[in-house]
């Protein structure tokens, strides 16, 4: 009987089972969800998980596309509620924030002062634990970095229940490994960022053509200099001559005086994205009206279509909001949706200058002969930073969306492998935050052994339970890591085994 | 659209139809959680899988480990799609024979053990939103005949469980597949006369898999049951007793 109490003991508790999924809804995963609020919170999921043989994975907003936020079939610890912004120096731009705290959050809360986060992603709806831990970068990584770059510091919570102060010169190493670090080195309890001065609510935004692969990094070399944000949009269904044409859209900040009233543009509600589209559509079906172009004819028509909208507008600059800029992937709620049951994934690679344009007119070309096409793909300048699991190059990344269906699955994750050979023999790197088919083998091919095995050293001092463990940490870990080297099991040590004393 | 299985529980897979449910699924990528009484069979059987699945050691009568092991199993899959209950046991008994220990336990085995394990699935699957439910009933089940007096109520019983299941729980996406095989070629009914269109386990066990994949019901292995059970069926009670079936 003793024995029998002590099984169901050892169980997580049924109603906590959620069904999670990666944004891209391609991936999804069962884990036992915890939202902590304190402090406390989060070292009683910590005990939990020690006494009960079970590992934990961090979840911020669940933005990233792939698995990095998924811990299935264990605890997953929600860190959303843990969203105060704790404390607010104006005059410096500095701010100190709870993990939980969204870009969002962030923007709306500093504007006004005429402050902007340095680092913004595409979306305004992850949280800063997250942006951290994948060390998150935008439209202008060329000019300013990574976020880790803007942060100064940051208190990391280890599974033992110790807390660190990080910075710069304190713990240095554990500073630029957690950036960057995916979630499985500790709890970022709360984070110091610096924040960029503006003078306008606004950015001037001019739209430039290009015709082809060539023309797109010319531009885009000409135009680093003068820039403050820069980013490519390519037609990947465009070939031969035309392979590589997009669109490139550059973004300048106003000095102090260019905007005759700062004080009316810095207003939050006067960056708010736009609740309908040309100015009748309610933006909540839009993803419905989408659905059906959502497909290879449909999204042949509309990228050709988008190229030759760009021609028109072509070098005419206007002023846009900075969240109207900087958001793109939040004009149309759930646009996720129109890629239908299967979801989609990202594949972004990162590779240096030298290689690039090569590179990514073999991966596009390869997508084509393969007849599975990127419905979008985005163009972007990076140079390196100095943390440990980085993924910047001092060159470009494209990154490419791929509608995942039941038939097609197989295929897309071959044309995946292929295409990692390809940016590995280009020297490229890849980014955790979108990755869902990286395989262990290339980790090391990209980071350098060395590395990995700095990080998984760092992994074993910090966490010697291994308790922090993410379905991507498994996926890409699986053969590295130290604790596991014996056996072929990615598991922690599990419980007394139940159920082997019966006989009939 | 058929349904690929990456992680799935076959309880009841040391021999029969469920060993061969767990090797065919093993030969299409799928990781097996292994469920039984017999230690070395289990081992065994693992070894010779295409994808190495995972052993637990269970007596289907043990209801209360269900809830842990069945966590457990969930864990060391990694996930999983679905549960295959072919636990299952066919008591001899002559037609004139009362033996309550016996009807008892083949009770035991082939509806308590089945309603322990399909609980815990059902109630991941309906929060997952998909999963497959499989448990091996019988033609038996039909119709309750002489010399099978505990055997063919317990086969009703799982019947008319699976049918519950599957209107509790088939509206969120999960599927609640009854087989009903007549005659297979395993250990179960070694030695006993008489077995029409018998198929052999790796028959049965592809069926089986079939149906689960495309989400069927009830499904007859071999078909010819249905149309045959179907007659069966139709005979009056006052003639039923008459015959010698």
């Known amino acids: 009987m003793r024995e029998r109490m002590s099984n169901l003991s050892s169980m997580l508790p049924r109603d906590r089972m959620e069904r999670l999924s990666g944004w891209g809804e391609s991936i999804h995963g069962m884990g036992y969800v915890y939202r902590p609020t304190t402090i406390d919170g989060i070292r009683e999921a910590f005990a939990l998980a020690r006494e009960r043989g079970v590992s934990i994975a961090l979840r ?179 070939t031969g001559t035309g392979a590589g044409r997009g669109q490139i859209h550059q973004a300048n900040y106003l000095t102090e005086g260019e905007d005759p009233i700062p004080a009316q543009t810095l207003r939050v509600e006067n960056q708010e994205l736009p609740d309908t589209l040309f100015g009748v559509l309610p933006k909540s079906v839009m993803w419905r009206l989408m659905r059906p172009f959502v497909n290879d004819i449909g999204m042949r028509l509309i990228n050709t279509a988008k190229y030759y909208a760009s021609v028109r507008s072509h070098g005419h600059a206007h002023l846009q909001s900075h969240a109207g800029f900087a958001f793109l992937l939040d004009y149309v709620p759930n646009w996720k949706k129109s890629y239908g049951a299967g979801g989609l994934i990202q594949y972004q690679s990162f590779i240096p200058k030298e290689t690039a344009q090569t590179a990514f007119a073999s991966l596009i070309q390869l997508c084509q002969h393969r007849d599975i096409i990127p419905y979008l793909g985005v163009f972007k300048r990076h140079h390196p930073d100095p943390f440990l699991m980085t993924h910047a190059v001092d060159g470009y990344s494209l990154a490419l969306d791929f509608k995942v269906t039941e038939r097609n699955r197989a ?68 053969e590295a890591s130290p604790y596991n080297a014996a056996s072929s099991s990615s598991q922690l040590p599990q419980p007394p085994a139940v159920g082997s004393s019966s006989r009939v | ?152 109520a317990s086969k009703a019983a799982t019947d008319s469980y699976m049918e519950s299941l599957r209107n509790r729980v088939g509206r969120y996406g999960v599927r609640v597949v009854t087989i009903k095989p007549g005659p297979v070629d395993t250990p179960m009914i070694a030695g006993m006369p008489n077995m029409p269109f018998m198929i052999s386990a790796g028959v049965a066990a592809q069926r089986t898999i079939t149906a689960a994949q495309h989400g069927a019901t009830t499904v007859y292995v071999p078909f010819i049951w249905r149309p045959i059970m179907g007659v069966i069926r139709l005979i009056p009670s006052f003639l039923f007793q008459k015959l010698n079936l």
């Not at chain 1, 709360?190 to 290009?210: D, F, Q």
């Not at chain 1, 044309?415 to 990692?420: F, V, Y």
């Open chain 1, 411 to 478: 295929a897309l994750w071959n044309l995946a492998a292929e295409m990692d050979a390809i940016v590995l023999a280009a020297g490229g790197r890849f980014y955790f935050a979108k990755d869902s088919v990286l395989h262990p083998s290339r980790l090391q091919a990209y980071l350098s052994e060395e590395r990995v095995q700095r990080f998984l050293q760092l992994k074993r001092r910090l966490d010697p339970d291994n308790i922090l463990q993410t379905d991507l940490y498994r996926r890409i870990f699986h």
């Open chain 1, 60 to 238: 911020g907003a669940g933005r990233s596309y792939g698995d990095a936020a998924l811990g299935s079939e264990n605890i997953v610890l929600d860190l959303t509620r843990m969203n105060r912004i704790l404390n607010w120096d104006p005059e410096r731009g500095v701010v100190v924030c709870e993990p939980g705290v969204t870009i969002k959050q962030l923007w709306q809360y500093v504007l006004g002062e005429g402050w902007w986060p340095y680092v913004v992603s595409g979306t305004m709806f992850p949280t800063l634990g997250g942006a951290a831990a994948m060390n998150i970068h935008g439209k202008n990584n060329f000019a300013v970095g990574t976020i880790g770059d803007h942060i100064k510091a940051f208190d990391l919570m280890l599974p033992s229940g110790e807390i660190l102060p990080c910075d710069r010169t304190q713990n240095a190493d554990i500073f630029h490994a957690a950036i960057g670090g995916f979630g499985v080195l500790g709890v970022f309890l709360s984070l110091t960022l610096e924040l960029k001065r503006i003078h306008s609510g606004n950015l001037r935004v001019t739209p430039l053509v290009v015709r082809n692969w060539r023309e797109m990094f010319t531009v885009f070399e000409e135009r680093l200099p003068q820039s403050d944000y820069l980013v490519g949009w390519v037609d990947c269904f465009a």
């Open chain 2, 1 to 152: 659209m058929a349904k690929t299985f990456k992680q799935a529980i076959v309880v009841g897979a040391s021999s029969g139809i469920g060993a061969e449910i767990a090797r065919q699924l093993a030969a299409t990528g799928c990781r097996v959680g292994l469920v039984a009484r017999r230690e070395e069979e289990l081992h065994a059987l693992n070894r010779s899988l295409a994808t190495p699945g995972k052993v637990f050691i269970h007596d289907v009568r043990q209801y209360d480990e269900v809830p842990a092991l069945f966590q457990q199993i969930c864990r060391e899959l990694g996930g999983l799609d679905a549960v295959f209950y072919t636990a299952g046991i066919l008591p001899r008994q002559e037609p004139e024979e009362f033996d309550f220990a016996l009807d008892k336990l083949t009770v035991e085995v082939n509806v308590l053990g089945l309603m322990a394990w399909g609980h815990e699935a059902a109630q991941r699957f309906k929060t997952q939103g998909e999963g497959a439910i499989i448990a091996i009933s019988s033609v038996a089940a039909d119709r309750g005949r002489r010399g099978m007096l505990s055997y063919a």
